[in-house]
C-alpha cells in the first residue's frame, strides 16, 4: 500500500464547546454519527473526544480534497474503534465515491488531544 495523500487538522476544544453550546443537539446531530456520539457521550473528557473526532473529519476531507463541498457530509466520515481502542476511519456516501476515484482503498487515522486541543492526522492509502 502507497499513501496518496496526507490531511492533519487541529481543533481548539473551547471553541467546539462554545459552538456545541449554541446549536446544541442540532449541531451535534449534523456533525457525528450516532456511534460516535454514543462513544463520547458519558466520557468524562467529552469535548476532547468530540474535537479528535471533528479534527479527523476535517483531515479526511483534506485527504478526498473535498473541504466541505462536492456533496461530502459530515457523517459520511465516521470514527470508530477496534477492540483494542485505535481508532479506524468508515466512509460512506459521497465520502467512500471520492476515495474510490482517487484510488484510496484505506484510511489511517491518528488522533490526540489535551484539554485545549485535538489533533488528527489522515493518511489515504492505496495500490497506485
Known sequence: MNAIA???????????????????????????TPGELDYCGDRKRRIEHLAARFAAKE???????????????WTDIEVSNDPAGR?????????????????????????THTAGHAMASAIGCGKI
Open 59 to 73: 483531515a479526511v476531507m483534506k485527504v478526498l480534497g473535498t473541504g466541505w463541498t462536492k456533496g461530502v457530509r
Open 87 to 111: 481508532p479506524a476511519i468508515n466512509l460512506t456516501g459521497k465520502s467512500s465515491e471520492m476515495a474510490l476515484q482517487l484510488g484510496i482503498e484505506t484510511v489511517l487515522i491518528s488522533l
Open 6 to 32: 496526507h490531511g492533519i487538522d487541529l481543533v481548539e476544544c473551547t471553541r467546539l464547546q462554545e459552538v456545541i453550546d449554541r446549536h446544541g443537539d442540532r449541531f451535534l446531530k449534523r456533525i457525528f
